[in-house]
């Protein structure tokens, strides 16, 4: 049952991004709602948490995380960004995301994607995978895998790379803490400051 839901959940969100990428839908008309639906499924066959850290800390050490990922994110993007297609990209990006009312993105982003991203993948799927001879460690290793692969059909580079740094992120505070509430305030943090607060290709894309 959990790998029927895993192996359509991946699917579903690989053939959702390549309808975005060709532009037959775009991505708060239809990804929000894909991914929501992944993570209420998720949400009824995940594994139970093995939880080794308190709630306290763990939201703590995510937030530090998402707000050091935030930093990195800005520093990388800033010389990426001298290569002329990783900028298009990302003006792409923010361009796609200014046809949505910020409040609008936030609501549907913070409270609908991130957390059904994080339950579908360091729930689901780490949790599942975890169970098997490959341990903990492989499992966030496989993942990442499975996340970023799911991510490719974006054909954005700046999606890409944050699914796959994001992604090893987020699966290790998954391994670390054994539940959900580090990645997802890690994840949380990071989405938003994106947002709200976007590097320089991006704030143009805005315009």
Do not use: C, K
């Not at 492989?138 to 994001?166: E, K, Q, T, W």
């Amino acid at each position: 049952m959990r790998a029927a839901v895993i192996v359509v959940g991946i699917v579903a969100q690989t053939v959702a991004w390549w309808a975005i990428s060709s532009g037959r839908a775009t991505v708060w008309r239809l990804m929000p709602f894909v991914l929501g639906a992944m993570g209420l499924v998720a949400l009824v066959v995940m594994p139970a948490p093995e939880g080794t850290t308190g709630l306290s800390e763990a939201v703590v050490v995510g937030l530090a995380s998402g707000l050091a990922l935030f930093v990195a994110t800005r520093v990388f993007v800033a010389i990426a960004s001298h290569w002329g297609p990783f900028a298009r990209h990302v003006e792409a990006a923010y361009r796609e995301a200014a046809d949505e009312p910020i409040r609008a993105a936030l609501v549907l982003s913070l409270l609908v994607s991130v957390p059904a991203e994080e339950i579908f993948y360091r729930g689901l799927v780490q949790r599942t995978l975890g169970e098997t001879a490959l341990g903990a460690g492989g499992a966030a290793v496989a993942a990442l895998f499975a996340y970023s692969v799911a991510n490719l059909p974006s054909r954005s580079l700046p999606i890409v790379a944050g699914a796959v740094v994001g992604g090893a992120v987020w699966g290790a505070l998954a391994w670390w803490s054994g539940g959900l509430a580090a990645p997802l305030a890690s994840h949380i943090l990071w989405t938003g400051l994106m947002l709200v607060l976007p590097p320089g290709a991006g704030r143009r894309g805005r315009v």
